[in-house]
């Protein structure tokens, strides 16, 4: 009997603990689903109270649909953002953020409680002013909104100081399109997580597809820090091209070759400092091919700067500097070729030596103004079965017409000399040759007038 009604006891126990039990499980899917259902319907008001306490962006912001859940995440589709000037335009047909879950519930939301921001496939369109200030954008603390000290006049610092943000933003699939002065920046296929802290940095890990305006390349990748502690904002960021095709600066060349790049930029946001390293496999410009080019780059308040540049050129080397800019396309470049072989320049086995170069190019920006020029000694040699000490002279290249004047070979029997002769398409044509007699002095005209070698 005793165990009777142990066992009963036992059992009713048992089913008592499974009751309660069962009971708090509904009870806590109940809420549940209450809570998303407050959630979602809470969406449409989050949204709009996170716009209208939101002082960053001027202009109308709309949104096609929006949902959200108790673990803090806001789905949005169709999101369009345009300010009231129309120099930005930013459309993001799927993306999201996150926020504490019990703001969620409670309503109480704002962008600073924003903790992620996903967008996929946006498109954004943005327009620099000349202090690199977003146009549209309001991100200042309310400390930082003093009138400029007139002795720092155009050196403000970009307004990236936005107000007590903690927040991560993860761009996927992005194209975006950027303004600055006539610049034009186009990135394509952009993955980029950002990581903003107000009161300390900018963490920037990004890479790109192709890539066009200003430069056209096959990809960027861009990583690093920008210190917000820094008044001028302080950039420490590793920075690379793939595949930069020359020609799209503008230089008048039609450089087709491309270029890959490594660099890092400092100093300040507003005008920052990019110097690296920069390598070609090949550079064919009209009347000359350097292969294996590497040397070192800065780029600096739109201008481009080169220096210790080396390379292969016609079976000798070359050192090489030069500067770019931007903007006015006007450009200069020097190079000195040391043990240059004379008949690989000049397209013939007949000629046999080793030729110093020294090489200008000069353009002003427009492309007509474009000239290559210079000067050049070779040492002892031989051209056919004739022998010579030297052959000097200068040159003019333009329209893929390489000129030579002043040509002047010293031989053991006097100086052969030539006012002019020019390589064509890879041709030599060869006008009047004379030939001096060092004893007498007196020239002699050869019959070699316009051959073709």
């Keep these: 009997m005793f165990r009777k009604i142990k066992n009963y006891t036992i059992t009713h126990t048992h089913k008592r603990v499974a009751a309660v039990f069962f009971g708090i499980l509904a009870a806590c899917v109940a809420t549940f689903y209450i809570l998303s259902y407050i959630a979602s319907v809470h969406a449409a008001t989050i949204f709009n109270i996170m716009m209208a306490k939101q002082k960053v962006l001027r202009g109308e912001i709309t949104v096609q649909r929006l949902s959200a859940n108790i673990h803090g995440k806001v789905t949005f589709e169709n999101l369009h953002w345009k300010d009231d000037e129309g120099n930005n335009d930013i459309v993001i047909p799927e993306g999201s953020f996150r926020v504490r879950p019990w703001d969620v519930i409670t309503k109480n939301i704002n962008t600073h409680t924003v903790e992620e921001l996903t967008l996929v496939n946006p498109v954004i369109v943005l327009s620099f002013d000349d202090h690199m200030h977003i146009q549209g954008f309001d991100t200042r603390k309310e400390a930082d909104k003093k009138p400029p000290d007139p ?183 020097d190079v000195l070729g040391h043990d240059l072989q004379g008949g690989i320049a000049a397209h013939t086995l007949k000629l046999n030596c080793e030729v110093e170069l020294d090489l200008k190019m000069r353009c002003n920006g427009d492309n007509k103004s474009t000239a290559t020029y210079g000067s050049f000694t070779s040492g002892k040699g031989t051209y056919s079965m004739v022998q010579f000490d030297s052959i000097s002279g200068k040159f003019h290249n333009q329209f893929n017409t390489l000129v030579f004047t002043d040509v002047e070979i010293d031989t053991p029997f006097g100086d052969v000399t030539s006012p002019r002769f020019t390589i064509v398409k890879g041709k030599l044509h060869l006008d009047d040759v004379y030939v001096g007699n060092k004893d007498t002095g007196q020239k002699r005209q050869l019959t070699v007038v316009k051959k073709h070698v």
Excluded: W
């Design 151 to 333: 002795k720092n006049k155009g050196k403000k610092p970009p307004n990236l100081r936005m107000k007590d943000i903690d927040c991560k933003l993860i761009l996927s699939n992005a194209t975006i399109k950027a303004y600055y002065k006539t610049r034009i920046f186009l990135l394509n296929e952009v993955e980029a997580n950002f990581r903003y802290k107000s009161n300390e940095q900018i963490v920037v890990n990004l890479v790109t597809g192709e890539f066009g305006g200003v430069l056209v390349g096959d990809g960027v990748s861009c990583r690093g820090t920008i210190d917000l502690k820094t008044p001028d904002q302080n950039c420490n960021l590793n920075f690379s091209t793939k595949a930069l095709d020359p020609s799209s600066l503008g230089t008048g060349l039609n450089i087709k070759d491309k270029v890959t790049t490594i660099a890092h930029i400092s100093g300040p946001l507003a005008g920052p400092l990019i110097e690296g390293k920069l390598q070609m496999e090949q550079l064919r410009i009209p009347g000359l091919v350097f292969s294996n080019l590497t040397g070192d780059y800065k780029y600096e308040d739109g201008v481009i700067s080169a220096d210790n540049v080396q390379a292969k050129v016609f079976g000798g080397t070359c050192d090489a500097k030069g500067n770019f800019n931007i903007d006015t396309k006007a450009y200069d470049v």
